[in-house]
């Protein structure tokens, strides 16, 4: 069974940065790109972040690049989101998702439940 | 950065059919964007029904279709059920760059 356990969300002050994880279990986690979606509270779903199978390319939202880093950890089965230098407007549930294949591959079908941060001070 | 436009808000009877759109402001909605359709229930992650415009999940209830029409990405709901009351959004591809259209709340009443 796929699962996508997102951790590392809370209360941080404006400027200050935070790293989410996402643990993942139940296929074969080297295999596969991964993806940062997120959600403000009560608004819609921004795609955030890519990255592919071996860590070696990025994408990025162009408002968020430069600000967020995604980067995994193959050895550990766990995916990254970096964030710096923080504002309110950062304040949402970060999920983090990965691709169904059949054929292709299509991204993002696997969603994780999300961990919650809020900019606050 | 481009911008992926939704009906804000659907209603529809149960048992009635009701169509969704997803359109961008760089012009036509093509299979090239790789549109793909979400839905989300409040306090829940969400869940994915199609891709690549039409293509349907294991997972993907029947009665729900995805398609290009009007130059825009479709997700029709036929036959629709009180479980089917959800945000729904799309999404498309523009070459390196993803972009989430704002969401249409469905109101099955």
């Known amino acids: 069974e796929v699962q996508l356990l997102e951790s590392g969300g809370g209360l941080v002050q404006p400027g200050g940065s935070l790293r989410l994880s996402c643990a993942a279990s139940g296929f074969t986690f080297s295999s596969y790109t991964m993806s940062w979606v997120r959600q403000a509270p009560g608004k819609g779903l921004e795609w955030v972040s890519d990255?592919?199978?071996?860590?070696?390319?990025?994408y990025y939202a162009d408002s968020l690049r430069g600000h967020f880093t995604i980067s995994r950890d193959n050895s550990k089965n766990t995916l990254y989101l970096q964030m710096n230098s923080l504002s309110v407007e950062d304040t949402a549930v970060y999920y983090c998702?990965?691709?169904?294949?059949?054929?292709?591959?299509?991204?993002?079908?696997?969603w994780g439940q999300g961990t919650l941060v809020t900019v606050s001070s | 950065q481009a911008v992926v436009t939704q009906e804000p808000s659907l209603t529809v009877s149960p048992g009635g059919t009701v169509t969704l759109t997803c359109g961008s402001s760089t012009g036509t909605v093509t299979s090239g964007h790789y549109p793909y359709w979400f839905q989300q229930k409040p306090g829940q992650a969400p869940r994915t029904l199609i891709y690549d415009a039409s293509d349907k999940y294991p997972w993907t209830p029947a009665r729900f279709s995805g398609s290009l029409l009007g130059g825009k990405a479709a997700l029709t709901l036929s036959g629709a059920q009180p479980e089917d009351e959800a945000e729904y959004y799309c999404l498309l591809s523009y070459g390196a760059s993803r972009v989430f259209g704002g969401g249409t709340k469905l109101t099955v009443l």
């Open positions: 998702a990965r691709p169904y294949c059949s054929g292709g591959c299509y991204s993002p079908s696997y």
């Open positions: 990255i592919t199978d071996s860590g070696g390319i990025t």
